[in-house]
């Protein structure tokens, strides 16, 4: 059986290990989006995953909606992340560019007060983060058919760009309840075209978004985010199993990277799980590369990959403040914690000025 510090093959990318860095939005970019000096140090700090995730990263301003986060839409973002990319890579990492359209959770004040777009005209619960502190959500539109190409064309940029940008490659963020989460799952599209109603349908624009990626920088460089197991930010799905069997398939068939599941537990730190684990019905139907993510721990993550329930898993919070992971984990040295309340905050402060543990320094 692989064990957790054994080299990967996540498509074109060799790894080497299987702890992942997952994809952890913190606001340390510039109020144009940005990627700025302190998010270098950050990811190279934490260079020896086997692969970092980056933080979600806006593909377009109508996509965007979290201040302070980055893009790579525009010529000055694909400079600030090749920074990024160029320190993690003199380290001996490797990085991929997970590329974010928000959907109905990008608010107004962020597009000159213009409407944002979903699956359907339905408002997400609770509350948007803005520059002028939490708002209401608001109604979204519908996007219409025709604007569909031009979408496909921003997700095509954003990985061209970070292919540009001296990225390994892309993840598409379909999860969290985000745009493609929304077309995806039927609690949130009530559309009664072609990409509504049966799986088939919800499922389209997912497979439209990865076929354009793919056949702009190779399957070999793309893999994709989902959140199958119950409600995400309003999000959710009657019936999560057959869907996200046919995702899987799909996805297969497209032959990306790898496949990354965020399925919380049923005692899950942050979030819990509300029906059976979806991963294993994935798992039959996606052929490649899985990676499981939530609340995993070395002893817990060393029995996923024993037990075949997943090829890498992947590790959050734990990077926040454990710049050095895979070697505390190696060694059994305890975590250190972090504070929460500077996980948005701008600065170094609780974000790259946790120190590598003392016995490895």
Known sequence: ??????????????????????????????????????????????????????????????????????????????????????????????????????????????????????????????????????????????LEIAEIPALLADYVRAARNAIAAGFDGVQIHAANGYLLDQFLRDGSNHRTDIYGGSIEN???????????????????????????????????????????????????????????????GPNGTFGKAKVAAVAPTIRKAFKGVLVLNSDYSAASAQAALDSGAADAIAFGRPFISNPDLPARLAAGVPLAEGDPATWYTQGAEGYSDYPAAAVMA
Do not use: C
């Not at 692969?51 to 909606?65: D, F, P, R, V």
């Open 1 to 142: 059986m692989p064990k957790l510090f054994d080299p990967i093959q996540l498509g074109a990318i060799e790894a080497s290990n299987r702890i992942l860095m997952a994809p952890l939005t913190r606001g340390r970019g510039t109020r144009n989006h940005i990627p700025t000096p302190v998010m270098v140090d950050y990811y190279a700090q934490r260079a020896s995953a086997g692969l970092i995730i980056t933080e979600a990263t806006g593909i377009s301003q109508q996509g965007l909606g979290w201040p302070y986060a980055p893009g790579i839409w525009s010529e000055e973002q694909v400079n600030g992340w090749r920074a990024v990319t160029d320190a993690v890579h003199a380290k001996g990492g490797r990085i991929i560019a997970q590329i974010w359209h928000m959907g109905r959770l990008v608010h107004p004040s962020y597009l000159d007060g213009e409407q944002p777009v979903s699956a359907s005209a339905i408002t997400a619960p609770g509350e948007a983060y803005t520059y002028d502190g939490k708002q209401p959500y608001t109604v979204p539109r519908p």
């Open 202 to 264: 919800r499922v389209r624009l997912l497979k439209e978004v990865t076929i354009a990626v793919t056949e702009a920088i190779g399957a070999d460089r793309t893999a994709v985010r989902l959140s199958p197991n119950g409600d995400t930010q309003g999000v959710d799905d009657s019936d999560p199993y057959p869907l996200f069997a046919a995702v899987g398939a799909m996805l297969s068939d497209i032959g990306i990277a790898f496949l990354e599941l965020r399925e919380p």
